[in-house]
């Protein structure tokens, strides 16, 4: 009981505290060893842990005892992470009501198992779901092929479109769930949270609305502050950083999503490494300052390509004249590293682009700490219809960077000279 007093006094400590202070500490008691002492919390790598006795057996299996019985139900490496994600993406509203609001966190192997479980959890045989039009691939492809074979139908919309969205949500007032990306991959439009979250709960009070805030990550912007109850992220990309792992990770601020996720993370099987949870948490105590120079670097690559004869048009959510950019400025508290781009060559010039570049790695992913490019019509995306991706904007010509941490003039200068084999 004193332990338990003692650590719910650290958690509300940190979450007084700035970002950086709770990305370096938050959750970092809860696997430590009290003979040990580490200062770098422990893998605990194993599938399963042992009991002193019978009785204490007992008492885990019946839930009348805190500790660990197998991996897949819970370890502490894991957990280290779990707690950092709670006082990171939700502190704010945790703070706003600390008596009623309780931020839940779970780790998963990637981040589509993520999302299909988020799915499995929530969604039955004859359930709606309302999506965002433009969603990573593999997304789509779940929503619209995977999900129809368990009787489960999805509407896609633009839900940057305000209108847009709330005619979609008219024309299904019982859909269970709402799920979007903001800012979207590729396209980087952005949905004001805050408002498809009103909109779609003076319809549907009881609808659950779903943030994929991948790219954003909580250092620029937290939609459980601005009325979502579900955040995912693909941990594979900021997160972690380092491009060392793939993993997910489900945020919510509802009691009864955490309970029905934990069920099909017991029963589904759907548990991380504890290597790779440790590995997420390492990189995560460095989000910050990373996050800080991506953003410096994007805007300089931006205006950069803005700029460039070669280039038609840039979508980044730090320039000016991009269509989204005082929303951006209202919902986030800077503007990211990804940057999508058209070229006028099309085609062509975007794969005379990436063949010629030398600092920019070509793969697919990004977030890591060294710039990635890659062409989403035919990698991230090629599994989404030609028509489809016409439609929601993701071209031919289309090229998207994540722009890393390398001094941002050596990244200019190597797209410079790559772009000038267009002309």
Request: negative net charge.
């Amino acid at each position: 009981m004193e332990d338990s007093k003692r650590k719910n006094a650290i958690e509300r400590f940190y979450l007084k505290c700035g970002f950086a202070t709770r990305a370096l500490h938050a959750g970092e008691d809860i696997s430590q060893d009290t003979r040990i002492h580490s200062h770098t919390n422990a893998i605990y790598q194993t599938s399963t842990f042992k009991f002193e006795n019978a009785e204490e057996g007992a008492k885990l299996f019946e839930h009348k005892k805190h500790g660990y019985i197998y991996t897949r139900l819970g370890n502490p490496t894991v957990m280290v992470l779990e707690a950092k994600m709670n006082a990171l993406e939700g502190r704010n509203a945790k703070l706003e009501q600390p008596d009623k609001v309780r931020i839940s966190s779970l780790v998963f192997p990637s981040g589509m198992s993520a999302i299909s479980s988020t799915m499995l959890a929530l969604l039955e045989s004859g359930d709606k779901l309302i999506s965002g039009e433009v969603l990573y691939g593999c997304t789509e492809d779940l929503f619209a092929k995977m999900l129809p074979k368990f009787n489960i139908e999805t509407t896609f919309v633009d839900t940057s479109d305000l209108n847009a969205f709330e005619k979609a949500m008219r024309e299904n007032p019982n859909a269970k769930l709402v799920y979007f990306e903001t800012p979207t991959n590729p396209t980087m439009a952005i949905t004001d949270i805050r408002k498809v979250t009103e909109i779609a709960r003076s319809i549907n009070k009881n609808i659950h609305i779903i943030v994929d805030n991948t790219f954003a990550t909580p250092f620029l912007q937290r939609p459980l502050e601005l009325g979502a109850d579900i955040v995912l992220h693909s941990t594979t990309k900021y997160i972690c950083g380092h491009g060392t792992v793939v993993g997910g990770v489900v945020v919510t601020s509802c009691d009864d999503v955490k309970d029905a996720l934990y069920k099909v993370m017991v029963d589904i099987g759907p548990s991380p490494s504890p290597f790779d949870a440790w590995l997420v948490n390492m990189g995560l105590k460095t989000l910050p300052v990373r996050m800080q120079r991506h953003c410096q670097n994007a805007m300089e690559v931006a205006t950069f390509l803005e700029n460039h004869p070669a280039v038609a048009t840039v979508a980044y959510p730090g320039l000016k004249n991009f269509k989204f950019h005082q929303l951006a400025k209202e919902q986030m508290d800077d503007f990211g590293g990804i940057i999508s781009f058209e070229l006028k060559g099309g085609y062509q010039a975007g794969k005379n682009l990436m063949d010629n570049v030398h600092i920019f790695t070509l793969a697919v992913s990004l977030g890591c700490v060294d710039s990635l490019i890659q062409h989403p019509a035919s990698m991230t995306h090629a599994t989404v219809p030609k028509e489809v991706r016409q439609r929601v904007g993701i071209t031919d010509g289309l090229v998207r960077i994540s722009v890393g941490l390398e001094d941002a003039d050596d990244l200019i200068r190597d797209l410079d000279q790559a772009l000038k084999k267009n002309s």
